[in-house]
């Protein structure tokens, strides 16, 4: 215990309320806004906003879910996140640093990805857009390795949840705008004579100019990190240890992390592990759907654009929110249940929603649900990934947990349109509700060995 008064220690320790937030006022956090938007707007861009594109196109369900896979860069950045957090790029390293360079470097990548995405019509060939959708998911997944070391070596660290916020602030714009700007982009773009044909053949009302225009907007977006990274100063060199050779360098790398993991946890760990492979199964399965079967069900983009990229993103914070309360409360186990619970439970809500066709009000009850759903289980699933973490090996741990988090849940979903031509919408939702039982148990038997670790701490 201090032996600091209460009052005394405040004062003396911590700044007042106006200082504190004028952190938020600082450059540092301004323009980690303003690098969040540019990490949040590639995502959907290669997943769920393409395959609303894609299936008013008139491609079939199976291959939109084997395009899915795209996403798996993202389950995979860790491999590369050595290179990116040691290797110097000579031209971009001499004229702007270490970590500018390397996002400069990705934002190129995705930027590219994007326009070629917007060139490229899926009716006449599909593989051109699915080089140009993993030139972007790899670029995105770059620059995201590459910001998170921009943003820790920014600002000291009593300033790192005020750079965290700004970012997630600016990230969830960019999701607003990748997400319902390009539909309504899109919408704006469309010839009024060809999209009054909504009601032809799939395929019939699509038009590539129109998406053309939303996908050059939004390479254009881009240009809001570019800038940001050129005018920003590169933050201060970290002395790094060199290792004395190749064998060195990886086991201090890749090897160690798993090593102080399995050593903390032993047999445990692998309980933990299939945790942490399966626990966001449910959602992220059937999110893939998600797009085409609001194409299928009549929705306009507007309908899509307001209700799921307006009402979901907002719906997701106050769920994120509530969560990160209620685990503060009643602790992250507990509320992870809840969240396994509630995000299988708001998949049976979909089966109804596929019942009543195009009903504007039931898509409103059901997005909504889900997202506060999805948002409770994310806040919950985050701290207890970030219990999880040795603070030495911090950053690569919490990369290769969420990468982990991905990768089953990312390959069955490529199998999900093949399941919707099979056996319709309805059982496909109810099937990924089922998806999440599994998942109950093995939150059950978690809390049951962390409260026995907690047990065996105390005696």
Same mark, same amino acid.
């Given at each position: 215990?201090?032996?600091?008064?209460?009052? @005394?220690?405040?004062?003396?320790?911590?700044?007042?309320?106006?200082?504190?937030?004028?952190?938020?006022?600082?450059? *540092?956090?301004?323009?980690? !806004?303003?690098?969040?938007?540019?990490? =949040?707007?590639?995502?959907?861009? /290669?997943?769920?906003?393409?395959?609303f594109r894609l299936?008013?196109?008139?491609i079939d369900r199976a291959t939109i879910g084997y395009l899915s896979w795209v996403g798996?860069?993202?389950?995979?950045?860790?491999?590369?996140?050595?290179?990116? &957090?040691?290797?110097?790029?000579?031209?971009?390293?001499?004229?702007?640093?270490?970590?500018?360079?390397?996002?400069?470097?990705?934002?190129?990548?995705?930027?590219? =990805?994007?326009?070629?995405?917007a060139v490229n019509d899926p009716r006449q060939g599909l593989m051109p857009m699915i080089w140009c959708a993993l030139l972007v998911a790899f670029g995105s997944a770059t620059q995201d390795i590459a910001l998170d070391a921009f943003r820790i070596e920014s600002a000291e660290t009593r300033k790192q949840a005020a750079l965290a916020a700004a970012y997630q602030t600016g990230y969830r714009l960019a999701m607003i705008w990748a997400g319902a700007g390009v539909l309504w982009v899109a919408a704006w773009a469309e010839v009024a004579? /060809?999209?009054?044909?909504?009601?032809?053949?799939? =395929?019939?009302?699509?038009?590539?100019?129109?998406?053309?225009?939303?996908?050059?907007?939004?390479?254009?977006?881009?240009?809001?990190?570019?800038?940001?990274?050129?005018?920003?100063? @590169?933050? +201060?060199?970290?002395? !790094?240890?060199?290792?004395? #050779?190749?064998?060195?360098?990886?086991? &201090?790398?890749?090897? @160690?992390?798993?090593? &102080?993991?399995?050593?903390?946890?032993?047999?445990?760990?692998?309980?933990?592990?299939?945790?942490?492979?399966?626990?966001?199964?449910?959602?992220?399965?059937?999110?893939?759907? $998600?797009n085409p079967f609001y194409v299928d069900m009549g929705f306009t983009k507007d309908e899509v654009a307001t209700v799921s990229k307006i009402y979901g993103v907002v719906m997701t914070l106050v769920g994120a929110f509530v969560g990160g309360v209620l685990s503060m409360r009643l602790g992250v186990m507990r509320v992870l249940?809840?969240?396994? /619970?509630?995000?299988?439970?708001?998949?049976?809500?979909?089966?109804?929603?596929?019942?009543?066709?195009?009903?504007?009000? +039931?898509?409103?009850?059901?997005?909504?649900? &889900? #997202?506060?759903? =999805?948002?409770? *289980?994310?806040? $919950?699933?985050?701290?207890?990934?970030?219990?999880?973490?040795?603070?030495?090996?911090?950053?690569t741990q919490y990369a290769l947990f969420s990468s982990l988090m991905l990768l089953l849940p990312k390959f069955i979903a490529g199998y999900s349109g093949v399941f919707v031509d099979a056996y319709g919408y309805s059982t496909f939702f109810c099937a990924t509700a089922l998806l999440g039982v599994p998942v109950l148990v093995l939150v059950a038997l978690a809390s049951r060995t962390l409260a026995a670790r907690a047990d065996s701490g105390k005696s």
């Amino acid at each position: 215990m201090s032996s600091v008064p209460p009052a @005394e220690s405040t004062a003396a320790g911590s700044p007042p309320w106006r200082d504190a937030l004028k952190v938020y006022l600082e450059p *540092a956090t301004l323009r980690m !806004l303003a690098l969040g938007f540019s990490a =949040g707007l590639p995502l959907l861009l /290669v997943l769920g906003t393409l395959s609303f594109r894609l299936r008013e196109a008139g491609i079939d369900r199976a291959t939109i879910g084997y395009l899915s896979w795209v996403g798996l860069a993202y389950g995979f950045k860790w491999v590369w996140a050595p290179l990116v &957090d040691r290797l110097p790029l000579p031209p971009l390293t001499t004229l702007l640093g270490r970590r500018r360079g390397w996002l400069l470097l990705a934002q190129g990548m995705v930027i590219a =990805g994007l326009v070629g995405m917007a060139v490229n019509d899926p009716r006449q060939g599909l593989m051109p857009m699915i080089w140009c959708a993993l030139l972007v998911a790899f670029g995105s997944a770059t620059q995201d390795i590459a910001l998170d070391a921009f943003r820790i070596e920014s600002a000291e660290t009593r300033k790192q949840a005020a750079l965290a916020a700004a970012y997630q602030t600016g990230y969830r714009l960019a999701m607003i705008w990748a997400g319902a700007g390009v539909l309504w982009v899109a919408a704006w773009a469309e010839v009024a004579p /060809v999209a009054a044909a909504a009601g032809a053949a799939a =395929g019939a009302a699509y038009q590539n100019g129109a998406w053309k225009t939303a996908y050059l907007v939004m390479a254009g977006s881009m240009f809001v990190g570019v800038l940001t990274v050129l005018l920003s100063p @590169e933050p +201060a060199k970290r002395s !790094l240890s060199a290792p004395r #050779n190749a064998a060195e360098w990886l086991r &201090d790398v890749l090897v @160690e992390p798993f090593a &102080d993991f399995i050593r903390r946890y032993k047999w445990q760990a692998v309980l933990i592990l299939s945790l942490i492979a399966i626990y966001r199964i449910s959602d992220v399965v059937m999110g893939i759907m $998600a797009n085409p079967f609001y194409v299928d069900m009549g929705f306009t983009k507007d309908e899509v654009a307001t209700v799921s990229k307006i009402y979901g993103v907002v719906m997701t914070l106050v769920g994120a929110f509530v969560g990160g309360v209620l685990s503060m409360r009643l602790g992250v186990m507990r509320v992870l249940m809840l969240g396994a /619970v509630l995000s299988a439970a708001s998949n049976l809500l979909f089966a109804w929603l596929a019942s009543r066709g195009h009903d504007l009000t +039931a898509l409103i009850a059901v997005v909504s649900a &889900d #997202n506060l759903a =999805g948002g409770i *289980a994310s806040a $919950a699933f985050i701290a207890y990934l970030s219990s999880l973490t040795n603070i030495s090996y911090s950053a690569t741990q919490y990369a290769l947990f969420s990468s982990l988090m991905l990768l089953l849940p990312k390959f069955i979903a490529g199998y999900s349109g093949v399941f919707v031509d099979a056996y319709g919408y309805s059982t496909f939702f109810c099937a990924t509700a089922l998806l999440g039982v599994p998942v109950l148990v093995l939150v059950a038997l978690a809390s049951r060995t962390l409260a026995a670790r907690a047990d065996s701490g105390k005696s």
